[in-house]
């Protein structure tokens, strides 16, 4: 349940509204915007602020710029692709803040107009939450909406420290994006079934220890996987593993027992001589990788196994791919279980950058029944943590 205030229960009939979305999208080596997935989902909470007349300044950040003015992360794109998605052109100042803005918005901009300021990020004061970056941003508007959930865990300026100047609400998409993650948690369709993959067990600690209180199953796969083999007594090879985590994982595998939680890893693994998409390969037992291989995919036995526990699934929620999909000897795995989530009849919630990619990849997100925009976001907020963008809009 969403128990903040949002755009809806607040005045912004010909107000003026300054709009923290997510336009952080990939671009290719030539400027142009490769999916533009976040600026779609802005839509519907600016598409509400135009029939409601209000003077629009939208603000995002993209890139790591480190506090530097770098035209390779100019917002420039992202207004023109915004304009096309409306119809309807969109100013972009070079500029976050500067008098001549707060005069074009206060004097010059129409109602129901908007406009996007520069990246946030070319700003040392963004990432700081500097309270006089936040008091400049806050100048320009009488209402600030909060609707980039992708930034939600950022206590930045432009998240948190302009509610201090201005009334702060959410956006269409936060409220969605925060209700239905919180649902996981506190009211899943029964059994909940959560798979994880990824790199590394260390980014995911808390995750995986709040999830153990709260799911039925949890596959584990990926390259994190093999840390919670080694912890078992498995022979791993050259396979990717956290050393330092082993003792973590013993006590994850104990409170998985301890919570009558089917804790599944893989039982068979995809092997490759070096980590290159063209490497030697072969099938082994996930017991026994040899000496001189690493685990690059799991095996046929294994996305067997993890496709009959997710075809008894309530609620799946999915993080993190399954092994190397992104070269083609090794994606077997993430590629079968992305289909078996996406066909099962379960609600199926996706988040997570690798997993995004991977969900484009085989054109599967209109299949889940949400796919979130915010993967940091989205795994702080399963860890049960407050998230400041949040914590910091109006209380109903």
Known sequence: MFEKKTVEDIDVKRKRVLVRVDYNVPLDSEGNITDNTRIKLSLPTIKYLIDNEAKIILMSHLGRPKGEVNDKFRLDPAAKELGKLLGRKVKKFDDIVSPGIKEYVENTMNYGDMVLLEN???????????????????????????????????????????????????????????????????????????????????????????????????????????????????????????????????????????????????????????????????????????????????????????????????TIFWNGPVGVFEWENFENGTKKIAKAIAESSAVTVAGGGDTLAALKKYNLSAKFSHVSSGGGASMELLEGKELPGIASLLDK
């Open 120 to 314: 946030l990020r070319f700003d040392i004061g963004e990432k700081s939450n500097d309270r006089e970056f936040a008091k400049s941003l806050a100048s320009l508007a009488e209402v600030f909406v909060n609707d980039a959930f992708g930034a939600a865990h950022r206590a930045h300026a432009s998240v948190v420290g302009v509610t201090e100047f201005l009334p702060a609400v959410a956006g269409f998409l936060m409220k969605k994006e925060v209700g239905t993650l919180t649902s996981l948690l506190e009211s899943p369709k029964r059994p909940f079934l959560t798979v994880l993959g990824g790199s590394k067990v260390s980014g995911k600690i808390m995750v995986i220890k709040n999830l153990l209180g709260k799911v039925d199953s949890l596959i584990l796969g990926g390259g994190m996987s093999y840390t919670f083999l080694k912890a078992k007594g498995c022979e791993i090879g050259k396979s990717i593993c956290e050393d330092e985590q082993i003792s973590y994982t013993k006590e994850m595998l104990e409170l998985a027992k301890k919570n009558n939680v089917n804790l599944m890893l893989p039982v068979d693994i995809v092997v490759g001589k070096e980590y290159d998409r063209d490497t030697d390969r072969k099938v082994v037992s996930a017991q026994s990788i040899p000496m001189d291989w690493m685990g690059l995919d799991i095996g046929e036995k294994s996305i067997e196994l993890f496709k009959n526990e997710i075809s008894e699934a309530g």
